[in-house]
Antibody, heavy 121, light 107 residues
Framework: EVQLVESGGGLIQPGRSLRLSCDASGFTFEDYAMHWVRQAPGKGLEWVSGIDWNSGVIDYAESVKGRFIISRDNAKNSLYLHMRMLRVEDTALYYC??????????????WGQGTLVTVSS | EIVLTQSPGTLSLSPGERATLSCRASQSVSSNYLAWYQQKPGQAPRLLIYGASTRATGIPDRFSGSGSGTDFSFTISRLEPEDFVVYYCHQYGSSSTFGQGTRLEIK
């Protein structure tokens, strides 16, 4: 069974940094691209960032470019999102999602349950 | 960036009726790389349709998708009570973007 478990969320002040993690199991992690998608409270989905199977191709939404860094460790079956210079508008539930292919972006076939990031002073 | 505009924002229908949701792209979606997801309250999104018209594994045939280029639609042929939730379109032909969602509510 495919499982994606996010962690690392919490309450953080504007301007600070936070690192999210996503632990994957139930599939061969290195065979798939991975993504982060966020959802602000009561709002819709926003794609944040994606990374291909060997970290060769990385992409970001304009809203986070230059502030967020996506990475992965295939030996640990883990995906990460290092968020810097956090803003109030970054407050959201952050989902980890699996791409259907190694090279992405394609559709997202499995999602975690999300980790909540609240940016507030 | 390709902007996806979903309409209507909210659709009010009764169980047993047919629902048609629209997703319009600001520019042509490469290879019809468009997906639809369903999101129930408190849950992660669930993939329903990919490639504009292919149902994901285990998705009932009352759900269908169609369209190409910039105009796509998603149809539920006969609404069940559990279908009254939120639906999102997602293009993955040029980077990745989501529509703002359509909420299906019981009339």
């Amino acid at each position: 069974e495919v499982q994606l478990v996010e962690s690392g969320g919490g309450l953080i002040q504007p301007g600070r940094s936070l690192r999210l993690s996503c632990d994957a199991s139930g599939f061969t992690f290195e065979d798939y691209a991975m993504h982060w998608v966020r959802q602000a409270p009561g709002k819709g989905l926003e794609w944040v960032s994606g990374i291909d199977w060997n970290s060769g191709v990385i992409d970001y939404a304009e809203s986070v470019k230059g502030r967020f860094i996506i990475s992965r460790d295939n030996a640990k079956n883990s995906l990460y999102l290092h968020m810097r210079m956090l803003r109030v508008e970054d407050t959201a539930l952050y989902y980890c999602a699996r791409d259907m292919a190694a090279t992405g972006p394609y559709y997202l076939d499995y999602w975690g349950q999300g980790t909540l990031v609240t940016v507030s002073s | 960036e390709i902007v996806l505009t979903q309409s209507p924002g909210t659709l009010s229908l009764s169980p047993g009726e047919r629902a048609t949701l629209s997703c319009r792209a600001s520019q042509s979606v490469s290879s019809n790389y468009l997906a639809w997801y369903q999101q129930k309250p408190g849950q992660a999104p669930r993939l329903l349709i990919y490639g504009a018209s292919t149902r994901a594994t285990g998705i009932p045939d009352r759900f269908s998708g169609s369209g190409s280029g910039t105009d796509f639609s998603f149809t539920i042929s006969r609404l069940e009570p559990e279908d009254f939730v939120v639906y999102y379109c997602h293009q993955y032909g040029s980077s990745s973007t989501f529509g703002q969602g359509t909420r299906l509510e019981i009339k």
